[in-house]
């Protein structure tokens, strides 16, 4: 399917930049396109430390929790953190973990199964932490949602605590106001709260339970490197969570992979070297699709105990093998994802359903955990908002992944006649129904759609048309200033017309790298390398006189030499 290329024009003094920031003009072009105006916005973005992290006690709910907590640990209460099944929910688990271990509180945790339990703190949970005999709850990545569980654990006398970031529940009256429902925890500390005078409402769960732990060391006077210690997990959540990447969380983020790089957790260790990485150069596109996969593989197909496990290893053996058996799991869940996701291309390909605008798939053998992930290919392959049920009878359960010309949680709350649960945002959603609504839900969702031809073809958004021979290797490096990249703040895209791809090679026991040069009008060129269907692409450069490429530019390191490359993604 054909791309539509669009050149983003957003208008700033680039000079200017370049001079008072001493940066390349290319790189103030793209810091504007990112939205990034105004100096302090600007110095912040490009090099933000730890001294720029907002203060904690702005959370609303904050000192309350740090009062609460402090007296339980005082006091020698017994404490039970409940977390989230997810890399968000683990690495939040761990930190709490940790930071309440470190004051010398009696602490310990619960994941809930994905299976068994659902999703977050639930009445199963509390009354298991009632039997256990603990006095508080601390939630994390979870709680904003559970009201009953919460006021259950009230009556049965113990104290709450909440830590999310998830959007507060709300019910609309016919007025057309919205009533927010915040649970009747004795804390509640949520950045997305109405009232929540924090600046940054885009942490994630492991962001907020950081900051609860900071506000505590300082109360308790924890030495400062013990709480930087902890950014390792937050910065791995913050990229594993697909939060935004902008303001504190891309501080939170650098300064995360800084200490993962040297990381002195032995399960993190064990996880790099079981992977065969490199810790030293540990990115973000390493946790998001080696890594943290491998953490999010324990809460989809097993438990996610077995993920924080990993974490708390005392022995380099325990960390080996539960590094392995998670890498083992991961690999069944990619196996399984792969035929999931034939089988959903084969019934798209052979029935009625590629008439449809919005796919509505019905796998009943899909495991359910890897349903949002088949539901993520569909939408790529097809460019088309994807939904993908599992399961048989009254218990169907589905998760849909959207593009950004349409708004799967408003489309779906209209067809929410035909569903039993739901939930979601613009780009995502959950849901349950009966099989014998999966058809009229379909036919609903597709009469209600109003895409056309030009919002279903997806854009590649270019930032700026350069051409090749302007890069050099201190620009290349500048262009790390603009990392970590992911949500909101993404991967630079660069573009030049009429060049002539020569001395084109293929190379590959799947003949998937073409390394080629790329000359443009005046004889002058660079290096550049594509990776896919190796052989099309040099039947393309063969048979066109001129073409034109969105790259973005590397140095490649090969036997001591740095050599710059431009890496092809399309070309046409």
Same mark, same amino acid.
């Given at each position: 399917m054909e791309k539509k290329w669009v050149l983003l024009m957003k208008k700033a003094d680039f000079n200017e930049i370049s001079r008072r920031y001493g940066i390349d003009p290319v790189i103030a072009r793209l810091i504007r396109n990112r939205d990034v105006t105004g100096d302090e916005a600007i110095r912040k973005y490009l090099y933000g430390s730890l001294e720029d992290l907002y203060d904690p006690m702005l959370l609303k709910g904050m000192k309350e929790a740090c009062e609460i907590i402090t007296d339980a640990v005082q006091s020698g209460k017994k404490i039970r953190v409940i977390?989230? #099944?997810?890399?968000?929910?683990?690495?939040?688990?761990?930190?709490?973990? *940790?930071?309440?271990?470190?004051?010398?509180?009696?602490?310990?945790?619960?994941?809930?199964?994905?299976? %068994?339990?659902? #999703?977050?703190?639930?009445?199963?949970?509390?009354?298991?932490?009632?039997?256990? =005999?603990?006095?508080?709850?601390? *939630?994390?990545?979870?709680?904003?949602?559970?009201?009953?569980? %919460?006021?259950?654990?009230?009556?049965? /006398?113990?104290?709450?605590?909440?830590?999310?970031?998830?959007?507060?529940?709300?019910?609309?009256?016919?007025?057309?106001?919205?009533?927010?429902?915040?649970?009747?925890a004795d804390s509640v500390i949520d950045p997305k709260q109405e009232g929540c005078a924090y600046p940054f409402k885009e942490l994630c769960g492991a962001g907020v339970a950081f900051q609860l732990v900071s506000a505590l060391y300082d109360r308790f006077r924890i030495p400062e490197e013990k709480k930087e210690n902890l950014l390792q997990y937050v910065g791995f959540a913050t990229i594993g969570d697909v939060v935004s990447l902008t303001d504190e969380n891309r501080i939170l983020v650098r300064e995360g992979l800084k200490r993962l790089r040297k990381t002195d957790n032995r399960g993190l260790a064990a996880l790099i070297r079981e992977n065969e990485l490199n810790p030293e150069q540990i990115n973000s596109y390493q946790i998001g699709f080696v890594l943290g996969p491998c953490i999010n593989a324990s809460g989809r197909l097993n438990t996610a105990v077995r993920a924080l496990k990993l974490l708390c290893s005392e022995t380099d053996e325990e960390a080996d093998r539960l590094a392995r058996?998670?890498? $083992?799991?991961? $690999?069944?869940?990619?196996?399984?994802?792969?035929? !999931?996701?034939?089988?959903? #291309?084969?019934?798209?390909?052979?029935? @009625?359903?590629?008439?449809? &605008?919005?796919?509505?798939?019905?796998?009943?053998?899909?495991?359910?955990?890897?349903?949002?992930?088949? !539901?993520?290919?569909?939408?790529?392959?097809?460019? &088309?908002?994807?939904?993908?049920?599992? /399961?048989?009878?009254?218990?169907?359960? /589905?998760? =849909?992944?959207?593009?950004? *010309?349409?708004?799967?949680? @408003?489309?779906?709350?209209?067809?929410?006649?035909?569903? *039993? $649960?739901?939930?979601?945002?613009?780009?995502?959603?959950?849901? @349950?129904?009966?099989?014998?609504?999966?058809?009229?839900? &379909?036919?609903?969702?597709? &009469?209600?759609?109003?895409?056309?031809?030009?919002?279903?073809?997806?854009?590649?958004?270019?930032?700026?048309?350069?051409?090749?021979?302007?890069?050099?290797?201190?620009?290349?490096?500048?262009?790390?200033?603009?990392?970590?990249? /992911?949500t909101e703040n993404p991967k630079p895209v660069f573009a030049q017309s009429n060049l002539q791809a020569e001395q084109v090679r293929v190379f590959g026991k799947n003949r998937n790298v073409a390394k080629c040069r790329l000359v443009d009008e005046t004889g002058?060129?660079?290096?550049?390398?594509?990776?896919?269907?190796?052989?099309?692409?040099?039947e393309y450069a063969g048979t066109h006189t001129a073409i034109s490429v969105i790259y973005y530019p590397a140095i490649d390191h090969f036997r001591g030499a740095d050599t710059l490359q431009m890496i092809i993604r399309e070309y046409r």
């Open positions: 977390g989230d #099944y997810d890399i968000d929910g683990v690495m939040s688990s761990y930190i709490l973990l *940790t930071g309440l271990r470190t004051l010398g509180g009696d602490v310990d945790v619960r994941i809930p199964h994905r299976v %068994i339990d659902g #999703y977050g703190l639930n009445a199963n949970l509390v009354r298991a932490a009632d039997r256990d =005999g603990k006095d508080l709850i601390v *939630t994390c990545d979870n709680g904003i949602a559970a009201s009953g569980a %919460i006021a259950l654990a009230k009556e049965l /006398g113990m104290e709450t605590v909440v830590t999310d970031h998830h959007e507060v529940p709300f019910e609309q009256g016919e007025d057309g106001q919205r009533r927010y429902r915040i649970p009747e058996d998670l890498i $083992k799991l991961n $690999k069944t869940r990619q196996d399984l994802t792969e035929q !999931a996701a034939f089988e959903a #291309y084969e019934r798209v390909d052979s029935t @009625s359903l590629a008439d449809d &605008r919005v796919l509505v798939v019905h796998l009943p053998d899909c495991h359910e955990s890897i349903a949002g992930i088949v !539901a993520g290919r569909l939408r790529e392959r097809y460019y &088309r908002p994807s939904i993908v049920l599992t /399961g048989r009878g009254e218990g169907v359960k /589905g998760s =849909g992944r959207s593009i950004e *010309t349409y708004d799967m949680f @408003s489309e779906i709350s209209g067809c929410a006649g035909y569903l *039993t $649960k739901f939930g979601g945002h613009k780009m995502a959603a959950g849901m @349950s129904l009966h099989e014998e609504n999966i058809g009229a839900f &379909r036919k609903a969702l597709n &009469r209600a759609c109003t895409l056309t031809g030009d919002d279903l073809t997806e854009k590649v958004v270019i930032d700026v048309p350069m051409p090749v021979t302007y890069v050099t290797h201190e620009l290349v490096r500048q262009l790390d200033l603009l990392e970590p990249f /992911g002058r060129g660079a290096d550049a390398v594509y990776f896919g269907d190796a052989d099309a692409f040099a």
